[in-house]
């Protein structure tokens, strides 16, 4: 095995040098030999303050920190380890599972698992159901870990307070944020009608150069999380928010925008017409829907028709998917333009 021997006096410096130029074995721990010191090599080359040699002894081996697939695979048959969902969703340090119904008996075990592996989660929830009603809330369980379903989330640069069950939250749609805060130009007034906690107009706030942004949520407490969370990134002299009903709220807004979001996938296309209604000409909409793949199209003529009905001429400029749920059912962003 080749070896780097040095002194007690240059470990710090040979190390630096061998780190810097990608020289130690990645698998192999360096041995300390009476007044030497031994640095397992990859390859033969010269080290300043060393004498490069081969030794005839066995450097330990690095124990491995376990992943949390090492683990699963050690608690559960080959079968059950299969059938488990490989991607999760981690909101701040809450990790999200979706645990079939065959592993229902093993969820503790898998969770703890998850928390052993990944030392920044302090909990382990898993999804009950399905996002419902008007708030589009869920409830979650609580596998291991802390006691709370309370957490402040980190995304595209500002800091989310979040409640798992109070409000709707989604760390998947960080991208589509970020697609969107690039989008806005210069001086635009937004509105987002669908605001939940935040994280549209706290993105944009801080991504864009967008002139204000409005925020209209009727979920109570995810207002009150939003309001909390302008004043934690300190973005207050960019967004306005309204606890309420888009439909009462709206109306008696006088100002135009640039600029609608409608992030409000299950019915969206209901309050096309309250946003038309407040879109400036060559304003930009941008209409969330949940579809399957071959419903694109029907959709499309939908929206051409609700558009035809506000006599409002509006171009589809894109449609983007921006999420999916299966194999072929989507979540898709259709940004519209509003002659
Ligand atoms: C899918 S969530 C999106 C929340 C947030 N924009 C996000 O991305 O995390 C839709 C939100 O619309 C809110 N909502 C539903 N109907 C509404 C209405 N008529 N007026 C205002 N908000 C509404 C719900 O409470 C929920 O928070």
């Given at each position: 095995?080749?070896?780097?021997?040095?002194?007690?006096?240059?470990?710090?410096?040979?190390?630096?040098?061998?780190?810097?130029?990608?020289?130690?074995?990645?698998?192999?721990?360096?041995?300390?030999?009476?007044?030497?010191?031994?640095?397992?090599?990859?390859?033969?080359?010269q080290v300043p303050m060393t004498t490069v040699l081969s030794v005839k002894f066995d450097f330990p081996h690095k124990v491995k920190a376990k992943t949390a697939d090492d683990l699963l695979k050690e608690k559960l048959s080959a079968e059950e380890f299969k059938i488990m969902p490989r991607s999760?969703?981690?909101?701040?340090?809450?990790?999200?599972?979706?645990?079939?119904?065959?592993?229902?008996?093993?969820?503790?075990?898998?969770?703890?698992?998850y928390l052993q592996?990944?030392?920044?989660?302090?909990?382990v929830v898993k999804k009950e159901q399905m996002h419902e009603g008007v708030y589009r809330t869920r409830k979650v369980k609580i596998l291991a870990g802390k006691m709370s379903k309370e957490t402040v989330h980190l995304e595209n640069g500002i800091r989310l307070k979040l409640h798992l069950e109070k409000t709707y939250f989604s760390a998947r749609s960080a991208g589509e944020r970020l697609r969107i805060a690039r989008l806005v130009?210069?001086?635009?007034?937004?509105?987002?009608?669908?605001?939940?906690?935040?994280?549209?107009?706290?993105?944009?706030?801080?991504?864009?150069?967008?002139e204000h942004i409005c925020g209209i949520e009727i979920n109570p407490v995810a207002h009150a999380l939003a309001v909390e969370n302008v004043e934690l990134n300190c973005l207050g002299k960019k967004i306005t928010l309204y606890d309420g009903d888009v439909r009462e709220?709206?109306?008696?807004?006088?100002?135009?925008?640039?600029?609608?979001?409608?992030?409000?996938?299950?019915?969206?296309?209901?309050?096309?017409?309250?946003?038309?209604?407040?879109?400036?000409?060559?304003g930009i909409i941008h209409l969330y829907s949940f579809l399957m793949e071959n419903e694109f199209k029907s959709y499309e003529s939908k929206i051409k028709e609700l558009c035809r009905k506000e006599k409002r001429k509006v171009k589809i400029i894109r449609m983007v998917k921006c999420g999916q749920f299966s194999p072929s059912k989507f979540r898709v962003c259709w940004d519209l333009k509003v002659e």
């Amino acid at each position: 095995m080749l070896a780097a021997k040095t002194e007690l006096r240059h470990i710090e410096m040979v190390k630096q040098f061998l780190i810097k130029n990608n020289l130690l074995h990645p698998d192999l721990l360096p041995v300390k030999e009476f007044d030497s010191f031994y640095f397992p090599l990859q390859k033969r080359v010269q080290v300043p303050m060393t004498t490069v040699l081969s030794v005839k002894f066995d450097f330990p081996h690095k124990v491995k920190a376990k992943t949390a697939d090492d683990l699963l695979k050690e608690k559960l048959s080959a079968e059950e380890f299969k059938i488990m969902p490989r991607s999760q969703e981690v909101v701040g340090n809450i990790l999200i599972l979706e645990i079939p119904e065959e592993l229902r008996k093993k969820e503790k075990i898998i969770a703890e698992a998850y928390l052993q592996a990944n030392k920044r989660l302090e909990t382990v929830v898993k999804k009950e159901q399905m996002h419902e009603g008007v708030y589009r809330t869920r409830k979650v369980k609580i596998l291991a870990g802390k006691m709370s379903k309370e957490t402040v989330h980190l995304e595209n640069g500002i800091r989310l307070k979040l409640h798992l069950e109070k409000t709707y939250f989604s760390a998947r749609s960080a991208g589509e944020r970020l697609r969107i805060a690039r989008l806005v130009k210069k001086g635009e007034n937004v509105l987002v009608m669908f605001s939940g906690a935040g994280p549209y107009p706290l993105v944009l706030a801080k991504n864009s150069r967008a002139e204000h942004i409005c925020g209209i949520e009727i979920n109570p407490v995810a207002h009150a999380l939003a309001v909390e969370n302008v004043e934690l990134n300190c973005l207050g002299k960019k967004i306005t928010l309204y606890d309420g009903d888009v439909r009462e709220i709206l109306p008696p807004i006088k100002k135009k925008f640039e600029r609608i979001i409608m992030p409000l996938p299950k019915t969206g296309e209901e309050f096309l017409g309250l946003a038309l209604s407040k879109i400036k000409p060559k304003g930009i909409i941008h209409l969330y829907s949940f579809l399957m793949e071959n419903e694109f199209k029907s959709y499309e003529s939908k929206i051409k028709e609700l558009c035809r009905k506000e006599k409002r001429k509006v171009k589809i400029i894109r449609m983007v998917k921006c999420g999916q749920f299966s194999p072929s059912k989507f979540r898709v962003c259709w940004d519209l333009k509003v002659e």
